[in-house]
């Protein structure tokens, strides 16, 4: 692939398609006031936390309530071959949420009820605007749990449409694996289901893993079943420094390789801790760090901590601080929370650019290493945090929006970090979505057979291309 | 839906497209003796492990050597518009392999080298042909294994065309979960790759699952990239007797909302105890049996252990009888895996009719024991083996080929089986598939707006409807 400018990146082609009169007033009529065209309704469905800022916003937005609203916005959207834009809290970081080809965005955080709690089957059935912290509350009465935690305080449908993942994933699986079934408003505005509350089956084409990922490009996401987890018998959390980033990747590849059933292994540089401490005045060790947590029975959770400080001790690992407590480990994950933020505050103005690339574990030391040699000859401010015990990382470089030459160089290290990770047999995106901003990387990743099958796909399910569309591949 | 008739079931519709002698010419030129038009192999290609038998065999029959021989004859059947049917050891059972519209059979058993072994990122590529005995035989030196194991030695192209699972699932998932990335021959005879070796990722649509499970109706996958787990520390088996089917089902439904990691438990019930023991002289006592495996750190074992024998004894199981040594383990074992041939041999010239549903943990009493009420009542001879901590189990119903009505009442009680599943929001097969016999099933299943999305996909993907026609759906 030639390598794209940054700056192409940044300022993606904008081609909006009309938006006709009557659209808009088929729309208020239908909808009334959840249909709005207010300039501030519009820009703040115009935009999500990436770094793209030249897009026009949508032309509309319908609040919905319910399936039906789904399906007869996509149904009158289809009507006049206009774009829509599914849109949950906006936490998206690739360009998602963005009208390129213009549109109507059509928002579905009301749809936040929690259908159906099945306790005695760990699952649980959700409209797509209830949010994962939401989730978590509501079924707190049950003992169970729903492990998937991205940082952002994301929708369930926003979640399962970027196949998202985050902390838990190295024991908890991503969206992927914890989606059972759907209901999804297609193209034509027809709802379908897809999967059951079965927990496996074999019964045809697997449409809800297809929808997982889709990014709203195939349809909207109506409903949501999804695996829960027993809460953990027991849960301690261990905060331990190293001398190295090195030596706790290394920590963190062994690990893995030993099997060991950790909950979270996340690494934080010497960078970030020195940003959360000024944050947050937590005056944790300015070193690199892991950040664990160990789910099971109170047995299990000793051995797999003792098998654990053992590893990390042979790596240099040392001053491990222990958290049993729930308060005790708020304190020391406020660490991992805050990072985002912290690193936003250490820099007036600034903006993050955020990466994200997952490699076999065995390579993540070479991929990460390297790109810190990149990152500090740069000369830029960057935060790095990684849910490493799934080879996946992300920097943050911390740019003034305002020097065009700090984006550039910033996108430039995006793309040798990308290019690094597919070079070790490993994915441009492991969490966040390839959205506007990896589409050619998408292409690199995974040839123009595999690309071209999903166009086809897509023009076979969508084919007036009115679903979120431009992004994941041109057609 | 409309009940079908359990005679439409067992009696295929075949509709067999015309197989150009200059195929066949064509075919002879490019693969000399790796192509076959001989009655007994094409016989041997035209069977699988189901009930059917009326099917005319393929045309002919390629063996491939390597992924180019997939390609060249894909692209040669599909310049003749002439149906492929992938083929691997034929120990599907739905009807998979039944060449009902002609064509060939495609033979990848020769493809079965073991590409890579990456030890030290839990991941493996193989070739499709490689069984999944001698993929563990050959990582064995690693420390590793990969643990799916839908009891036949299949193939691992079969088994990700199926979406297989079995005894391990319950803690390893299913192939759905441990497939990481695919080659796949499109049906231009075109070669794509999906996925990567990274444990996960956001890449675009996910291709590699809708591969997996697609029954070689959207393409012949030809490179499987798997993933591999660490041989636990400790295993130990164990099997237990119950006073009822019933209290086995419930021992298994608390060990499973309960959270406990058991890697297998496995139902057997007394008929089939009985069978095992004419069979191999196992000498076990004649009541409902779970047999069980543990996984894990010796601590970790023997906590989970005592843990089921508790819930085991609350719902009166007993006579525990533990296996902690591999000859021991392989005894309990046995029982399991010879139950399908004690059954065969238990009624001279009898033949297996297999069912296979799935339901949410907590409705599989219910679906389990009315069904076992219903084979009771039909006087048939029947075997029950589950693996029941995922709501998955299988009847096979022993009729005599030659007495139609005993086919029928075997067809009539799948068919009462699978409705209850569906209406207790379960799955008309858990792990294996579709293919001919489920057709009705799946649309009952999930509604004709999925099944339509699949025909788009299928229509879009083989214009030509040459990947395996006339399986999963009518088209």
Known sequence: ????????????????????????????????????????????????????????????????????????????????????????????????????????????????????????????????????????????????FFPIDPGADATIGGMSATRASGTNAVRYGTMRENVLALEVVTASGEVIRTGTRAKKSSAGYDLTRLMVGSEGTLGVITEVTLRLYPLPEAVSAAVCSFPSIEAAVQTTITIIQMGVPIARVELIDSNTVRMVNAYAKLGLNESPMLLMEFHGSPNGVKEQA????????????????????????????????????????????????????????????????????????????????????????????????????????????????????LALEGTCTGEHGIGLHKMDFLLSETGTGAVDMMRTIKRALDPHNIMNPGKIFSL
């Open 1 to 144: 692939m030639n390598a794209p400018t940054s700056h192409a990146h940044l300022a993606p082609t904008v081609s909006q398609r009309e938006v006709p009169q009557a659209l808009l007033d088929a729309l208020a009529q239908r909808f009334g006031a959840n249909c709005s065209t207010a300039q501030i309704v519009r820009e703040q469905h115009g935009r999500d936390e990436s770094a793209f800022t030249t897009v026009p916003p949508p032309a509309a937005v319908v609040f919905a309530e319910s399936t039906r609203d789904v399906a007869d916005a996509v149904a009158l959207a289809a009507q006049f071959k206009v774009p829509v834009i599914p849109f949950g809290v906006g936490s998206s970081l690739e360009g998602h949420l963005l009208a390129v080809q213009g549109g109507i965005s059509l928002d579905v955080g009301r749809m936040n009820r929690v259908l159906s709690i099945n306790a005695e089957d760990l699952t649980v059935t959700v409209q797509p605007g209830v949010t994962r912290k939401q989730l978590n509350e509501e079924i707190k009465s049950t003992g169970l």
């Open 306 to 421: 003792e098998t654990v400080q053992e590893i990390a001790s042979e790596h240099g690992g040392q001053s491990f601080e222990w958290a049993t407590t729930p308060e005790e480990r708020t304190r020391l994950w406020t660490a991992r929370h805050n990072a985002y933020f912290a690193a936003i505050q250490s820099r007036a103005g600034c903006r993050a650019i955020s990466t994200d690339t997952c490699v076999p574990i065995s390579r993540l030391a070479d991929c990460l290493l390297d790109s810190v040699a990149e990152a500090d000859a740069s000369g830029l401010p960057y935060f790095l945090v990684g849910h490493v015990g799934d080879g996946n990382f992300h920097f943050g470089y911390l740019i003034d929006p305002n020097i065009p030459a700090e984006r550039e160089t910033a996108e430039q290290l995006n793309h040798q970090l990308v290019q690094r990770a």
